[in-house]
């Protein structure tokens, strides 16, 4: 893998407040491997290449919408890596060409590999079994996030990033604001805006950063996975206004809390704000098939 020789857009959105708020379009990096996931692999994989291994192979885990599971396939395709996706839900196992993530990762030449829900929680003796099984594999663990995929994260800060007060992600395995934790600047504030309901992520987040300069604030919205139809309208507008495309398990539940701190003068006078686009677009198609089952809104893409 190389870095990409791209320039990734920082776009401003206008705003009627003494602030000014700006989104860096890391979803333009790549067209699957997009966002943050390309940077959360990009050592995982390169490290495991210098090694040069026999018959390359890469085990990594996600639920049946996952774009971490999107873009692993993607990669492998790219790169010519064999790939394998543990995925959490034996009820999928006979429906899966049903799911638009499962289905392109694997027009992608990932194969599968499903497990119920209960030993998926258990990721350390599932892994344990794969790397006994797959003993010259690379596992990734789920969503990317480890000290390698922390560490590509610095990527997604450059000189341009350098004059903002705060530096905004959404999070999920928590990879990501670690990795932008640990490369800001001494005077810049990071905020996570976590989609997941999980108490753990601090002590997480802190443990890969090692640094006090972050806060995680609660923007699941209901769940992870979850859809609200505020979430839709928001997320509509939004693409309307600004011709910004938004997915509604990360970046749509991101901004929209961020709009609502700027509404609420949370930030203060003079501050300049800059929220990550980390991709994840592809689960839009996913999200669409449920909205249109259930008879909701759709959103717009």
């Not at 350390?124 to 000290?147: D, V």
Request: with cysteine; glycine share 8%.
């Amino acid at each position: 893998m190389k870095i990409p020789i791209v320039s990734i857009p920082i776009i401003q959105i206008p705003l009627q407040k003494n602030i000014q708020l700006f989104l860096k379009r890391e979803d333009l990096i790549h067209a699957q491997i997009s966002g943050n996931k390309y940077w959360k692999l990009f050592y995982n994989i390169n490290s495991y290449l210098e090694q040069s291994p026999e018959n390359p192979f890469i085990i990594t885990f996600g639920g049946a919408f996952s774009n971490h599971i999107a873009a692993v396939a993607a990669l492998g395709k790219v790169y010519q890596l064999k790939t394998l996706g543990i995925i959490r839900g034996e009820e999928i196992q006979d429906k899966w060409k049903e799911n638009p993530t499962l289905k392109l990762a694997h027009q992608n030449g990932m194969d599968f590999q499903f497990v119920t829900r209960s030993a998926y929680k258990d990721k350390y003796a599932l892994t344990q079994s794969l790397q006994k099984e797959f003993s010259t594999a690379l596992i990734i663990p789920e969503g990317g996030t480890n000290e390698s995929a922390v560490e590509g994260i610095q990527f997604m800060l450059t000189e341009e990033t350098k004059s903002f007060d705060y530096l905004c992600t959404a999070v999920g395995t928590g990879g990501t604001v670690a990795g932008i934790s640990r490369f800001a600047e001494k005077h810049q504030q990071i905020l996570g805006f976590k989609v997941v309901d999980d108490s753990s992520l601090n002590d997480k987040v802190l443990e890969l950063s090692k640094r006090k300069n972050f806060e995680l604030l609660e923007a699941h919205d209901g769940g992870y996975g979850k859809i609200s139809d505020e979430n839709i309208r928001f997320i509509n507008d939004f693409k309307k206004k600004y011709n910004i495309q938004l997915d509604p398990i990360y970046t749509g539940k991101m901004m929209m809390m961020l709009f609502k701190l700027i509404n609420e003068d949370y930030f203060p006078a003079g501050s300049k704000i800059l929220a990550f686009h980390t991709g994840g677009l592809q689960g839009i198609f996913g999200a669409n098939e449920l909205l249109k089952k259930q008879n909701r809104e759709l959103i717009r893409f």
